[in-house]
């Protein structure tokens, strides 16, 4: 492979910058479109628990870079950034970014392919949330037959 995979999604939120990023700082808003419990915001420096219980899955995330309403990069077992973009008609334009993946060219392409679903779904899951205050439910309804039994 000649050059490292990239995972790129975008989408536009119609909601003020303000709102779309806390709704990935605080996970009160974020469990309502992407994982079920986190530890804590993400705060420059520190390490938060986030879990998708139905899958029995968790991840410790590193927040190594936060710049309020413009950026927040995180360390995920691969690198995210998430860029914000405030638009004049009080819109957000989102791109979440993943590369630095991890293993040999097939994991790697194989992290990028499952990120990039992956963070399309989150996207689609925030927009429904903030604009419509509807919880879609995508993660959880992504692989069903994969959810711990209870």
Request: charged share 25%; net charge negative.
């Amino acid at each position: 492979m000649s050059q490292a995979p990239v995972a790129r999604v975008e989408m536009l939120i119609r909601k003020p910058v303000q709102e779309v990023f806390e709704a990935f700082i605080d996970p009160a808003i974020t469990t309502k479109f992407w994982f079920t419990k986190g530890s804590g915001r993400l705060v420059e420096g520190a390490r938060v628990q986030w879990e998708w219980e139905m899958y029995g899955a968790s991840a410790e995330i590193l927040v190594k870079a936060l710049e309020v309403n413009k950026r927040i990069v995180i360390d995920f077992g691969y690198h995210v950034e998430w860029t914000f973009a405030a638009q004049a008609d009080n819109t957000t334009f989102v791109t979440i970014t993943s590369t630095e993946f991890r293993g040999s060219e097939e994991e790697a392409v194989r992290q990028a392919l499952d990120a990039t679903e992956g963070f399309t779904i989150v996207l689609c899951g925030l927009k429904a949330y903030l604009e419509h205050g509807i919880q879609l439910n995508l993660v959880g309804d992504k692989a069903p037959y994969a959810h711990r039994q209870k």
